[in-house]
């Protein structure tokens, strides 16, 4: 892709997943790599070997020194940035609505918005600094787009990210730096491992994935190739889009037999959802 070599990239959340795939891609359009994580083991994985220079950072990115000690390590290695992945985050508890802790909200906001909102204002500081503009992708998610009933704080938090992209987009345009988001669907990571056997965790995901119109999960490379294609100059006449990456299954149509109408016994996931609480159909 044209106008990614020579470039310095921070890709966030790059232990696993669509971060460490990201750092793979650019690397292989020539871009060097700041690979930023709390996980160090993982992070020593995803720079070895790569065909251009790369760091690792442990960092904290929902904290002002995490993204400091990550930028101040990318200008002491660089000398600047170009290009701002902002990808890390957590997908928090299954918990409904009602059992929801406050503590467990925060703790999903301050990870997945907090770090985007500073690793923005970092990159736009670093920008200005640098005398000239870059490039910032922010992994959203089809949560982004859609709702359900459980995961509630990732899927507010995914909603929030598009906030601070459609405002950095704005602010950005006129200084020459483009900000976009990539909105993956189910792609099989590390991200929820956590949860092998809950409904919607990590066991049933290619089950869920077979609803979409390509049948199949996505992958951490599919998602990369499409980031490093926003960051690239092919992609320069974009700023303030989500690219949904998901198998098509934003586009789906429910209540249309193609969609799946009429395929699934709502009763029973009800009935597992609520219980017996109240104003719930039996299952059957």
Do not use: C
């Not at 065909?51 to 200008?75: K, N, W």
């Not at 998610?141 to 459609?166: F, N, P, W």
């Not at 198998?247 to 709502?266: E, K, L, N, Q």
């Amino acid at each position: 892709m044209r106008g990614l070599a020579g470039k310095v990239a921070v890709v966030t959340g790059a232990a696993g997943g669509i971060g460490a795939a990201t750092v793979r891609r650019l690397a292989e359009e020539g871009a060097h790599v700041v690979a930023v994580d709390l996980d160090d083991d993982g992070l020593r994985a995803t720079i070895d070997g790569l065909p251009t220079e790369a760091i690792r950072v442990r960092a904290d990115v929902s904290t002002e020194d995490g993204v400091a000690a990550y930028l101040e390590a990318a200008i002491e290695r660089f000398g600047r940035v170009d290009l701002h992945h902002l990808n890390a985050g957590i997908p928090g508890s299954f918990a409904t609505l009602p059992d929801l802790t406050a503590a467990e909200f925060d703790r999903v906001m301050a990870v997945n918005v907090r770090g985007v909102f500073l690793g923005a204002r970092a990159a736009f500081q670093r920008y200005a600094a640098q005398g000239g503009g870059g490039s910032i992708v922010i992994t959203g998610s089809i949560g982004s787009l859609r709702g359900s009933a459980d995961l509630l704080a990732y899927q507010t938090s995914k909603h929030a990210v598009l906030g601070i992209l459609r405002g950095a987009a704005m602010y950005g345009g006129p200084l020459g730096v483009r900000v976009n988001a990539v909105a993956p669907g189910i792609v099989p990571t590390e991200l929820f491992a956590g949860s092998p056997d809950v409904a919607g965790g990590r066991d049933d995901m290619s089950r869920r994935a077979s609803s979409t119109p390509l049948r199949r999960a996505g992958t951490g490379d599919e998602v990369a190739g499409v980031v490093a294609f926003l960051f690239s100059d092919d992609a320069a006449y974009m700023t303030g889009e989500v690219v949904s990456v998901d198998g098509g299954a934003s586009i789906v149509s429910t209540v249309r037999p193609s969609g799946g109408a009429g395929a699934w016994d709502f009763p029973a996931y009800d009935r597992a959802l609520y219980g017996e609480r109240p104003g719930v159909p039996p299952a059957g």
